[in-house]
């Protein structure tokens, strides 16, 4: 590797103090994370594992692949500043296609197979994409989503192809896609794989990915190229600096979230490290075991829910090499940290916090410092981060709750923009500060600790209460799957707090099981916090990535209750 954007400190301390971006003037990730590789060279270095086909892809085999599908998507019309939407699992083809939108100077924008019509036609008019390229799953979706949309130069269908976990697609769809459709094979076919790779820079448009939309419709987040590079910085810090040649990368997260992109995938190739691929349609804890030994995995990005999901196996049943497990998305509790101590030699599980639009600030690095259960860890090297009032912005002292404002050493490592959105964007900062709409509090060393989404405080009584802590508790009964916690109008109190609860498949709701979880809340949390009311429901509104869309929740109470009314 000729250049990485984070070097090895010794301490944090060293590494707040020494670190600085210094970000190439010139810098295009399709050339650093194919051809900046050296001992062993692109040829030599394995870039990608298919666990599927058992095939291996070297970095220089991604260069040639990715060279060939940017000379046919430029023959195709595709051109600099041209959009093109990947919806696509984890395979080949998807960092494939990012890196090829790159070298012709085009930007991706990254879709989970989880969408639906709705989902794929918003962005795809929102993001006025150019040319799609999409696995098979998606296929009837993208024909109905693209239906009216006149936008689009070309329509790419990949080869049909298994999966690791769940059963994929056999056979294409006969389509009718609103542009000229070809199958991936096809539409490379004949091209060469040298092409010449555009210049380009920090700022240069990369990508456009989306918000959750936890909070009102998606906003699209415009990034430059220099998104990719803060990315690698955190796993570099979040993976206890073990990215190397040696070393072997997993996450059971679509490809297609910022965190896998960017943090796992993204990361690991700038740094020379090994993917492996393993497309799923569910998640099975022996079968990611058994993933884990059979590839070598040494460090994975894994979510909490999923994380609680491999509690139910066992795996002191297989010779495993993690050496570091890599976290976000809500705070982990401290019965995974045990679990992890327990049950594995020396592995690290580190939590970290970012936003789509910011880039991931805060984590913990086990290495570094210790981990705190329930903090999300010490701001990153490359950021100042502050808690501030969230009215007047002024910073807050240690131990208050307030808003997460974070400033970066360098404002290319973070978005540019919110497409057509100029009042969000300018929202989003004050005075150099980036405002994260996320409640947390930082104690007088320097760990910082979530709360809750601005949005999602509950006032009752005159006390503000953030709905996470009600529903970790709640999470710690055996019976209870997933928890949503809202407020709802009360007379007395301004508000009351009430919990969404999602049993076990195998446990019934009743009076007794709710005096129980709310005697559990009493017993854990302050007077004013427990949930005064319960309702047991089969499922949450989630969001693509997993988290519960508690504004969906107040939505839907707020249709229940004046439906009672009348």
């Known amino acids: 590797m000729s250049w990485q954007v984070m070097p090895d400190f010794s301490s944090y301390r060293k590494a707040r103090e020494q670190f600085t971006w210094d970000l190439p003037d010139s810098f295009n990730p399709a050339r650093d994370f194919l051809r900046n590789h050296s001992d062993p060279g692109p040829e030599d270095r394995v870039a990608l594992i298919d666990a599927v086909s058992e095939e291996q892809y070297t970095f220089a085999d991604i260069d040639r692949l990715s060279g060939q599908l940017a000379n046919a998507l430029a023959d195709s019309g595709i051109e600099k500043g041209d959009r093109i939407g990947v919806i696509a699992p984890q395979r080949v083809e998807t960092p494939t296609t990012h890196i090829a939108a790159w070298r012709l100077g085009a930007v991706s924008v990254p879709m989970t197979t989880m969408y639906g019509e709705n989902a794929i036609s918003y962005r795809t008019s929102d993001a006025e994409l150019d040319a799609i390229i999409f696995d098979p799953i998606v296929a009837d979706d993208v024909e109905a989503a693209t239906s009216e949309y006149d936008g689009l130069d070309v329509a790419i269908q990949l080869n049909s192809h298994p999966w690791y976990v769940g059963s994929g697609p056999s056979n294409y769809p006969d389509l009718t896609v609103n542009a000229p459709t070809h199958t991936f094979d096809e539409f490379v076919s004949g091209y060469s794989d040298k092409q010449q790779i555009v210049e380009a820079t920090p700022e240069t448009d990369s990508t456009i990915m989306y918000t959750s939309g936890s909070t009102g419709p998606p906003k699209g987040v415009l990034h430059g190229h220099g998104l990719w590079l803060g990315r690698a910085a955190a796993?570099?810090?979040?993976?206890?600096?073990?990215?190397?040649?040696?070393?072997?990368?997993?996450?059971?997260?679509?490809?297609?979230?910022?965190?896998?992109?960017?943090?796992?995938?993204?990361?690991?190739?700038?740094?020379?490290?090994?993917?492996?691929?393993?497309?799923?349609?569910?998640?099975?804890?022996?079968?990611?075991?058994?993933?884990?030994?059979?590839?070598?995995?040494?460090?994975?990005?894994?979510?909490?829910?999923?994380?609680?999901?491999?509690?139910?196996?066992?795996?002191?049943?297989?010779?495993?090499?993690?050496?570091?497990?890599?976290?976000?998305?809500?705070?982990?509790?401290?019965?995974?940290?045990?679990?992890?101590?327990?049950?594995?030699?020396?592995?690290?599980?580190?939590?970290?916090?970012?936003?789509?639009?910011?880039?991931?600030?805060?984590?913990?690095?086990?290495?570094?410092?210790?981990?705190?259960?329930?903090?999300?860890?010490?701001?990153?090297?490359?950021?100042?981060?502050?808690?501030?009032?969230?009215?007047?912005?002024?910073?807050?002292?240690?131990?208050?709750?307030?808003?997460?404002?974070?400033?970066?050493?360098?404002?290319?490592?973070?978005?540019?923009?919110?497409?057509?959105?100029?009042?969000?964007?300018?929202?989003?900062?004050?005075?150099?500060?980036?405002?994260?709409?996320?409640?947390?509090?930082?104690?007088?060393?320097?760990?910082?600790?979530?709360?809750?989404?601005?949005?999602?405080?509950?006032?009752?009584?005159?006390?503000?209460?953030?709905?996470?802590?009600?529903?970790?508790?709640?999470?710690?009964?055996?019976?209870?799957?997933?928890?949503?916690?809202?407020?709802?109008?009360?007379?007395?109190?301004?508000?009351?707090?009430?919990?969404?609860?999602?049993?076990?498949?195998?446990?019934?709701?009743?009076?007794?099981?709710?005096?129980?979880?709310?005697?559990?809340?009493?017993?854990?949390?302050?007077?004013?916090?427990?949930?005064?009311?319960?309702?047991?429901?089969?499922?949450?509104?989630?969001?693509?990535?997993?988290?519960?869309?508690?504004?969906?929740?107040?939505?839907?109470?707020?249709?229940?209750?004046?439906?009672?009314?009348?």
């Open 235 to 566: 796993a570099h810090n979040f993976f206890n600096s073990n990215l190397s040649s040696d070393n072997i990368n997993w996450t059971p997260a679509d490809w297609a979230w910022a965190s896998a992109l960017g943090g796992l995938l993204m990361g690991s190739w700038h740094h020379g490290t090994t993917v492996v691929a393993a497309p799923m349609q569910g998640f099975d804890p022996d079968s990611v075991f058994d993933l884990c030994e059979t590839y070598e995995i040494s460090n994975a990005l894994i979510p909490p829910t999923a994380l609680r999901m491999l509690m139910d196996a066992d795996p002191t049943e297989y010779d495993l090499a993690l050496q570091t497990i890599a976290s976000a998305g809500e705070p982990l509790t401290p019965e995974i940290l045990d679990w992890a101590e327990q049950n594995f030699d020396n592995l690290a599980v580190n939590e970290y916090y970012g936003q789509t639009e910011l880039n991931l600030v805060i984590s913990n690095s086990s290495r570094w410092f210790d981990v705190k259960p329930g903090s999300m860890g010490k701001p990153l090297p490359g950021y100042d981060v502050t808690i501030r009032d969230p009215e007047t912005h002024e910073k807050l002292p240690p131990g208050e709750v307030g808003e997460i404002a974070v400033k970066p050493q360098d404002d290319r490592v973070f978005f540019k923009k919110y497409l057509d959105r100029p009042d969000a964007t300018a929202n989003k900062e004050h005075n150099g500060w980036y405002l994260t709409d996320d409640h947390a509090k930082m104690d007088e060393n320097g760990y910082v600790w979530f709360e809750s989404r601005a949005d999602d405080v509950i006032i009752t009584s005159g006390y503000r209460v953030g709905p996470l802590e009600v529903e970790r508790v709640l999470l710690e009964h055996p019976d209870v799957e997933q928890a949503g916690v809202i407020g709802v109008p009360d007379e007395k109190r301004g508000e009351i707090i009430k919990a969404h609860v999602k049993l076990a498949s195998d446990v019934a709701g009743d009076e007794n099981l709710r005096s129980e979880l709310q005697e559990l809340a009493k017993g854990k949390l302050a007077k004013h916090e427990y949930p005064r009311e319960i309702e047991f429901t089969d499922s949450l509104p989630m969001t693509s990535s997993g988290k519960i869309q508690r504004v969906k929740l107040r939505e839907l109470e707020e249709k229940e209750r004046s439906t009672n009314i009348k």
